[in-house]
């Protein structure tokens, strides 16, 4: 098949070029990127056009790395709050148990801080300190489910 070229605007080159780059990239499996952009810079006019294009493909190629760098941090801090939100509430029940706890039924004895201290399901945390209220003793707060 034999393409004829027309003549276009410099801008509308410009324009098209980057349409083209985005849709190779987010439109075409891997591998196709390389080969692709080989066949755009084959249609460029001339050396000038070739130059700009792949000026054009490592601008866009960096703006993609960014974008995904930057999404990369955003979910790494999103999952960071969450896990510091996650702690901070187990903290939080464990803390308001020990306090509960100690004035209730004494200070626990290092193994059961141990115990208490593995345990990171808040839930659990929150159903011991209901427990604690009622129980006789640290184990029978360390048996709640």
Avoid: C
Wanted: glycine residues 8%; negative net charge.
């Amino acid at each position: 098949m034999t393409a004829v070229r027309t003549s276009v605007s410099e801008e509308d080159w410009q324009v098209l070029m980057d349409f083209l780059l985005r849709l190779i990239a987010y439109h075409r499996p891997d591998g196709e990127l390389a080969k692709l952009a080989g066949i755009l810079n084959r249609a460029a006019r001339g050396p000038a056009e070739q130059a700009e294009l792949a000026i054009m493909i490592k601008t866009q190629t960096d703006a993609w790395l960014e974008e995904g760098m930057m999404r990369g941090w955003e979910r790494g801090r999103e999952e960071g709050l969450e896990r510091g939100r996650e702690l901070g509430s187990q903290f939080g029940a464990r803390g308001t148990l020990l306090y509960i706890g100690q004035r209730r039924l004494g200070e626990p004895t290092a193994e059961q801080r141990s115990a208490l201290d593995a345990i990171d399901d808040f839930d659990r945390l929150m159903r011991m300190a209901d427990a604690v209220t009622h129980s006789a003793n640290w184990d029978e707060v360390l048996a709640t489910p």
